[in-house]
């Protein structure tokens, strides 16, 4: 299955969460905000060696919870979330260094199935499905001597990224992850949760004369969120 068929199938997923009545219907919408840290790589081919670039992360969620089927509560989940992706390089052969930060504005569209008290108590959950992505800006951070000897040296003689503007802003691929709700009975939810991003798209063109064949981000993200109830459902 190519990417943008792998994609599609996500939406699809995520979106029949929504539709789907064949438990008992519900119609509950929360909305608020989270914060967190991501730890991003790019993985490239050819490799450059990294460690986690650390960054922040933070945004605006809104969940609409649509029927519990025995005892799993499904629902949609909408985000639009600012974080910092990039790479941070690991070079043995010489004191350089070299960081770069990419800046997304980033909308993952999700699957969200519940176990657990609906209310008053506590919930454990999964979020699966695609996230879509734009850069908006990228800084670079140098350090040492970054002469021509110390970047002969560089292992698989692999440079060109530190001159590459990021071409291909646009981003998408696959996210999910593993939370808890704790939630009041007049309405208010506190989640913890992790989660992972596996880009399916890259951040440098990569046809055969490009320097890279792939450049996609890969992110684990912890986060803290806040909900309120601003619809809720009573049963009849």
Known sequence: MNRPSLLLLLLLTASSAARAQVGSPRADLAIGGSAGMVMNRVS????????????????????????????????????????????????????????????????????????????????????????LGYSVGDTQKRGGEWSEQTLALRRNGVTQQYDLPVQQRFEYGITGGIGLDLSTRSGHHFLVEGRYFYGLSDIFSNSKKDPFGRSANGTIIAKVSYLFDILRYTPH
């Open 44 to 131: 490239f081919t050819p490799v450059i060696k990294q460690a986690w670039k650390n960054g922040p992360t933070l945004g605006m969620t809104a969940r609409y919870t649509c029927e519990k089927y025995f005892n799993m509560l499904c629902a949609f989940q909408a985000e639009l979330n600012y974080s910092q992706a990039g790479w941070r390089e690991v070079i043995d052969t010489s004191a350089d260094t070299y960081e770069r930060t990419v800046h997304y504005l980033q909308l993952p569209l999700l699957a969200h199935l519940g176990f657990g008290r609906e209310r008053g108590g506590a919930k454990g959950y999964l979020v699966l499905g695609p996230q």
